[in-house]
């Protein structure tokens, strides 16, 4: 696996490419997530790119896909494209998303457009509340097929907290919390600004990364459907 020790640095060129392809049409082409400062791994994360452009139309968006192609083997992951006109009509609809990608960025070329987003407190928890759930769901759900290997378990565990940390973030934002970038940090600031006693996120975490026997881990993602559970309770009483 390709090491990138300077994301930023690394990812300029490609967006040089996306510039010269499309031109005029280019609104701005914005670095966000881990790659533009926040818990990036050298050897594991993905580049992540939001270009807004003229117009979403399907030619559009398509003339890259020889661009897309190349440097998704890269590990630069496909673009998210929009258009100024989309932004503004899907904050109240993303508001999570959208915070997430404010948290941590980084402005390659044009317009800083993240800059106007404004995410209300009311959208921001009505989807809070829908991802807990629906991700709580998926916890209970697929406990009984992946306990029968420790490999399924860690697997779980792992996607699911990837899953989980946008959602994170927007619990602290409710709380008025500072959100950090590191994911050991964001589970701390999550367990305490909740009140997560034990820190099951930060246990559950620790023993998806390996070394513990089949019966702990078991005992460590219950503790973690747990707190999903206390956090859902949490929001629906605020």
Not at 61 to 78: D, N, W
Not at 98 to 109: E, I
Not at 184 to 197: H, K, P, Q, R
Not at 212 to 217: D, M, N, P, R
Request: glycine content about 8%; some cysteine; overall charge neutral.
């Amino acid at each position: 696996m390709k090491t990138i020790s300077d994301p930023s640095g690394y990812v300029q060129p490609v967006a040089e490419e996306y510039v010269a392809l499309y031109g005029k049409d280019i609104v701005s082409i914005v670095l966000y997530g881990s790659a533009a400062g926040g818990d990036f791994h050298p050897q594991r994360s993905d580049i992540n790119l939001l270009i807004v452009v003229s117009d979403m139309s399907p030619e559009l968006i398509a003339r890259s896909e020889p661009l897309q192609k190349k440097y998704e083997r890269q590990r630069v992951a496909r673009p998210l494209f929009m258009d100024t006109a989309y932004i503004a009509a899907s904050v109240d609809s993303y508001p999570m998303e959208f915070l997430d990608m404010k948290g941590c960025y980084r402005v390659l070329y044009g317009e800083d457009v993240l800059a106007q987003v404004k995410v209300s407190i009311g959208d921001l928890r009505l989807q809070v509340e829908r991802e807990l759930k629906g991700k709580w769901l998926h916890l209970l759900q697929e406990f009984s097929s992946a306990r029968v290997s420790r490999k399924r378990m860690e697997q779980l565990i792992g996607i699911s907290l990837k899953a989980f940390s946008p959602v994170f973030r927007g619990l602290l934002t409710l709380k008025e919390k500072p959100v950090p970038h590191k994911r050991d940090d964001l589970f701390d600031a999550v367990e305490m600004a909740y009140g997560l006693d034990g820190q099951p996120l930060q246990q559950v975490a620790a023993a998806a990364a390996g070394g513990s026997s089949g019966q702990e881990l078991e005992k460590k993602y219950i503790a973690y459907a747990g707190a999903i559970k206390k956090l859902i309770d949490a929001i629906e009483n605020n």
